[in-house]
């Protein structure tokens, strides 16, 4: 197949681990003999950005022809000019690379802030589409509702007049996959019709993540870990509660912080950890390269993911239980569809610190059962969750898309 991947972020412009996966799962399926091209934007973040995906080489056709409504970390709102021209851009940029690579199906990855431009373009040229859906960005592009107020009534009318190719209304809707039941139905509660989406579990490349020598072991002081943005509904203050808890009651343990956030939360973090008088055994590492993540999840003895928000899914998880880390989760969102209490992780509410302290306190006293529940999740992993059994899935789904299309294309 000729596969045209569209994607408003691409190593090595990175936000999260999103973006990573698009790149691995890019040179897999090239690896596999078809002929993979990448358009997205040409946006490059703050701070360090993550290396190409486990040290392979910059994959060759990657054009960074599209732009972005309003950059990441500025916010969106509706902005409905500079949408329609950064709409009109990406759909032209669009059709001519559509134009010179042929592609027989054109496979979207995140088209947050790009606009659907870059869907116009193939569906206005016959190209099979196919998106995959990590988040609810789609709920952004809904058309207005009806609604009898001056400007509600306004906007009702352009979506569906002027503007309606700024919003998915009339995009065809058949070939999505989401990346959780829970994302799924989220998004149709939210009126994005997905209703006959296909649900495919992502996965991690495990030579990236090997396993440490001992899982399960622990060090003195405990090592916790949390990787991942560091914002309010993630709940990271959770954590620091925990560790104040535990503290108190004398045990040893550190805390490091992985990722990049908001000025003020970290703020709001660092006064928290030294009003519980750990500010000394917190760590903030900020956003780091990826290629730094395998050895952190070894050197840790717990890996904790306290999210308050419905979590499409859970990358990070599977990442820690790879490299042999016993997971402390909550299950909000589809990362329930991921995790067995008892079997691979175990799990406490959101919000709670008293509830994740004891959850902390058993592992670090339970010698053989925390090395029990972390080869078990190793064994999970590798079974559920590798990046054959996901490539495999993927390239089936979009090999489906065009034996569908070929019958009526010219």
């Not at 799924?184 to 019709?193: D, E, N, S, Y």
């Not at 992985?258 to 928290?272: C, F, Q, S």
């Amino acid at each position: 197949m000729r596969i045209l991947i569209v994607s408003n972020l691409y190593p090595p412009a990175v936000l999260g681990g999103y973006e990573i996966l698009c790149a691995q799962v890019a040179e897999r399926l090239a690896a596999r003999g078809h002929a993979v091209a990448v358009l997205t934007s040409d946006f490059r973040p703050d701070g360090p950005s993550a290396a190409m995906s486990d040290g392979a080489k910059p994959f060759g056709n990657v054009w960074r022809d599209l732009n972005l409504i309003v950059p990441f970390g500025k916010p969106l709102g509706r902005a409905r000019v500079q949408h329609l021209n950064v709409f009109r851009r990406n759909r032209a940029a669009t059709a001519r690379r559509l134009a010179a690579f042929k592609p027989d199906v054109v496979f979207f990855w995140s088209q947050r802030r790009l606009s659907l431009g870059t869907w116009r373009a193939a569906t206005e040229r016959g190209i099979p589409c196919a998106l995959t859906l990590n988040d609810d960005y789609l709920a952004y592009y809904r058309p207005a509702p009806f609604e009898i107020r001056p400007r509600k009534l306004a906007s009702w009318a352009l979506d569906r007049s002027a503007l309606k190719g700024l919003t998915w209304k009339g995009l065809d809707f058949s070939r999505v996959t989401t990346i959780s039941r829970a994302l799924q139905t989220g998004l149709i509660a939210q009126g994005v019709p997905v209703e006959g989406a296909r649900v495919i579990y992502q996965a991690i490349p495990l030579e990236r993540f090997p396993a440490k020598s001992d899982p399960g072991a622990l060090h003195d002081p405990l090592r916790l870990l949390y990787a991942g943005q560091v914002h309010d509904y993630k709940g990271v203050h959770t954590v620091v509660e925990a560790l104040g808890l535990l503290t108190a009651e004398g045990r040893r343990m550190n805390l490091s912080i992985v990722g990049g956030g908001e000025p003020d939360y970290l703020a709001r973090l660092k006064t928290l950890a030294r009003d519980l008088g750990v500010a000394e055994k917190v760590l903030f590492q900020g956003r780091v390269k990826s290629e730094k993540l395998p050895g952190l999840y070894r050197e840790a003895d717990l890996f904790v993911f306290p999210s308050d928000w419905e979590e499409p899914f859970g990358l990070t998880h599977l990442e820690a239980m790879a490299s042999g880390t016993p997971v402390v989760s909550t299950t909000r969102g589809g990362t329930a569809e991921l995790i067995a209490e008892g079997r691979n992780a175990l799990t406490f509410n959101a919000g709670d610190a008293a509830g994740l302290a004891a959850r902390l306190r058993w592992l670090s006293d339970h010698d053989s059962e925390r090395r029990e529940l972390a080869q078990s999740a190793l064994d999970d992993v590798r079974r559920r969750f590798n990046m054959d059994r996901y490539v495999d899935d993927l390239e089936a789904w979009l090999g489906e898309a065009v034996s569908a299309a070929r019958p009526g294309r010219n």
